[in-house]
């Protein structure tokens, strides 16, 4: 007797699990997700702007079609965010292993004054060896924070220092170069790799 209830309890819990799970990809991912047109990134062929890698080769919104790409603004001074949603994106690469092998992943800086491709370089090598950084002229920022849908703004602080608020979310896109989907900032595991799962098994129809 003991033992069913036991077995009960354990189905109830998985069920419940199971049930949440469910709940939170259909708001978050799936049919009853948001429509919301106008907040959602252009597709990458439609956007412009001329950049750096970390490494000073010149690259551009071109770059990131033909393959599934993952985009991320930030900067090297976040004390928070940044650190924490680029250790998660190490963490999904880590997960999906030679899958992602052929997959763009990408931090863009929001703070070029201080991100110089050297800096860029340095910290994205903290992290995942796939992670690029990118960095350029504040209007060519500005540019690609546009066609992303994204944001930024500089904050004054004490000291005569700044720093900056920025969109934190994760950004997907097929490799025909058309968004797919954003991950959260803070979402679970269990819902991010899913969703780049999905924009990397549509990189054989969205190739070019």
């Known amino acids: ?12 819990g998985i069920a419940a699990i199971a049930l949440t799970l ?41 770059t990131l079609i ?39 992943v990408v931090f863009i800086t929001v703070d ?9 370089a340095e910290y994205v090598g903290y992290f995942h060896p796939s992670i690029r950084g990118w960095t350029g002229p504040e209007e060519e920022i500005a540019r690609a924070v546009q066609g992303f849908r994204a944001r930024y703004e500089r904050v004054p602080t004490d000291g005569g220092d700044y720093t900056m608020n920025h969109t934190a979310s994760v950004f997907l896109f097929d490799a025909a170069g058309q968004f797919t989907t954003m991950i959260d900032y803070h979402e679970p595991r269990e819902f991010a790799v899913p969703k ?13």
């Open 1 to 12: 007797m003991n033992r069913r209830k036991t077995l009960n309890y354990a189905f109830a």
């Open 22 to 62: 469910v709940v939170g990809w259909w708001q978050v991912d799936g049919p009853g997700a948001s429509e919301q047109t106008e907040l959602r990134p252009v597709s990458l062929s439609e956007m412009e702007f001329r950049l750096s890698d970390h490494v000073g080769d010149e690259v551009g919104p071109e």
């Open 66 to 104: 033909g393959r599934p790409a993952m985009v991320f603004f930030g900067f090297t001074y976040c004390p928070d965010v940044c650190p924490t949603t680029l250790s998660d994106i190490s963490g999904w690469l880590d997960d999906l292993g030679e899958e992602a092998e052929g997959m763009n």
């Open 112 to 120: 070029p004054e201080r991100d110089t491709v050297e800096a860029m």
């Open 196 to 208: 780049i799962r999905r924009a990397l098994n549509e990189r054989t129809e969205g190739a070019t």
